[in-house]
């Protein structure tokens, strides 16, 4: 066998012994790829070194060799920028999300209720067999936000007494532990539902929404269209205990009441009930009144106590419209909000089925202050013929009604010292002049669920809570198991480029020595 040709060989043993030190270094064990480059890479470059030795040095300084080797030697030098460059990425780790809706990136709320963590918390995730690759990724995306979340992977069958312990019944389900509180999420294990774990986790006392009832509100257990099933179960994702009021028959709005909800009043209240309302506001209490058209007329009274007008008119838009929606222009679309904590950094679109004007009126009214929440766009208005809208389906703007851009909602604080109660104290109150927005059929339409929420979480004192929750966006993306993961690995990282590499040098050879 000729130098020539052993000097080939050489230079295959030599590709064939860089390509399995970079297995090596890059992948977690020594595998079957690692053995065969290193041991066939060995021989043949023994086989080398062996048949020419006597013209070993004729042949080193031959140009061809020379041009061989500073091939060899580039590619080497070039393979191992790409082992540190992994090393360095390994780590000082960060991602970057190119997606068009971040469906790779966390919402602004998980990674609000991840920074405000102030002690280690751990999650430990029971999946069959110990692996799911969805789950695992979600996860890592905590983990990457926060060095003070952990988790752990667990083979039910293989932890048994861990499952036991935690009472693991079904798969998947993570336990989520945060000191000395604990928290549990099974099934459906989406970002949203994790979040609403930590939240549950880290939150030391619940808070109660009371939905006002006996009026012909819209009823937090009906899963109709027209119910509020999901703006309870919503509620109770941030963390809210749920209850429905009926001041009928009591004296005064429960003391348990963190929030007070009156949305959608059809039938009229008695006096005492009114009068049980205005007690509650007074007593430095937190409402949410939802007064769409020709409804809860005798809150309207109540709230302009508090610098809140609650017009009569229904709010048109033929301009600004949802598409397809009714050409009469009643489903409003707003994406204009005032400046409050409700709204900080909201630029999101709402929509609103059918609303009135709901307009700041605090002038002269010592210390309350009203801001404007939520405005419509300039083409709309604030219908004031209500009759020929419900009644003939005509809507036309003149000089009566209100003009854009109109108010849907305000949102009202009352320092009670400073409006002469005698008494240190805060009254929160929000009027919003439409209650189909939060009915079943609208709340997850847009961005009304993550505008309530916040609004709530205002009202109830918990404004680290406000922000744009997850959305429920899949992404476009194959999930693939360990083994899949690691054959494409090795064909695209490590055998295309080796066997591209090795075919050049041999037709570089082959020309050479012609």
Not at 103 to 120: D, G, H, I, N
Not at 299 to 307: E, I, K, R, T
Request: charge should be negative; glycine fraction near 8%; proline fraction near 4%.
């Amino acid at each position: 066998m000729g130098g020539r040709s052993t000097s080939l060989f050489g230079l295959w043993g030599l590709v064939l012994l860089a390509f399995g030190i970079v297995a090596f270094v890059v992948t977690p064990a020594a595998s079957t790829y690692v053995f065969l480059h290193v041991g066939l890479g060995f021989l043949l470059v023994v086989l080398y070194l062996t048949a020419s030795r006597d013209s070993l040095s004729t042949v080193l300084g031959e140009r061809s060799t020379k041009y061989g080797a500073n091939a060899v030697v580039y590619s080497l030098i070039f393979i191992g920028v790409l082992v540190v460059a992994n090393w360095l990425a390994s780590r000082h780790n960060h991602r970057w999300d190119l997606t068009s809706q971040n469906v790779f990136s966390l919402s602004t709320q998980s990674k609000s209720v991840l920074a405000k963590l102030e002690q280690p918390l751990t999650v430990d995730a029971f999946v069959e067999a110990g692996s799911d690759p969805q789950l695992q990724d979600l996860l890592d995306s905590y983990r990457y936000a926060s060095d003070k979340f952990t988790f752990h992977m667990v083979d039910p069958d293989k932890e048994r007494d861990l499952a036991e312990r935690y009472k693991v019944t079904e798969l998947p389900t993570i336990h989520i532990q945060y000191g000395e509180q604990t928290a549990t999420v099974a099934r459906e294990l989406t970002e949203q539902s994790i979040t609403n774990g930590l939240i549950k986790a880290t939150r030391t006392t619940k808070k109660v929404a009371c939905f006002l009832d006996g009026h012909g509100e819209p009823d937090p257990e009906n899963k109709e269209a027209r119910g509020f099933s999901s703006l309870k179960d919503a509620l109770t994702n941030e963390n809210y205990e749920t209850r429905k009021v009926l001041l009928a028959t009591e004296q005064d709005v429960p003391a348990e009441c963190t929030v007070l909800i009156a949305a959608g009043t059809e039938k009229p209240l008695f006096d005492h009930e009114v009068s049980a309302l205005s007690t509650y506001l007074r007593a430095g209490r937190s409402a949410l009144f939802l007064i769409g058209p020709r409804r809860g007329q005798q809150l309207v009274g109540l709230v302009d106590s508090w610098g809140v007008k609650v017009t009569d008119s229904v709010v048109v838009d033929q301009v600004v419209r949802l598409f397809q929606g009714p050409a009469l222009g009643l489903q409003i679309l707003a994406s204009t909000y005032g400046t409050h904590p409700i709204t900080t950094d909201f630029r999101e679109r709402t929509i609103f089925p059918m609303s009135r004007a709901v307009q700041a009126n605090a002038a002269g009214k010592t210390g309350i202050s009203a801001i404007e929440l939520v405005k419509s766009s300039p083409s709309a208005w604030g219908e004031a013929d209500v009759a020929g809208v419900f009644d003939r389906g005509e809507a036309a703007e003149d000089d009566k009604d209100i003009k854009g851009p109109v108010s849907l909602a305000v949102a009202v604080t009352g320092k009670h010292k400073d409006m002469g109660f005698g008494k240190d104290g805060e009254t929160k109150l929000v009027v919003v002049g439409d209650s189909d927005f939060a009915t079943n059929q609208f709340l997850s339409q847009l961005f009304n669920r993550d505008l309530l929420l916040n609004t709530m979480n205002w009202l109830g004192g918990q404004e680290e809570l406000i922000s744009i929750r997850p959305r429920a966006i899949q992404a476009s993306r194959a999930q693939l198991t360990p083994d899949e993961s690691r054959r494409i690995f090795y064909l695209a990282v490590l055998i295309m480029p080796e066997l591209l590499l090795l075919l050049g040098l041999t037709v570089w050879w082959r020309r050479s020595t012609k």
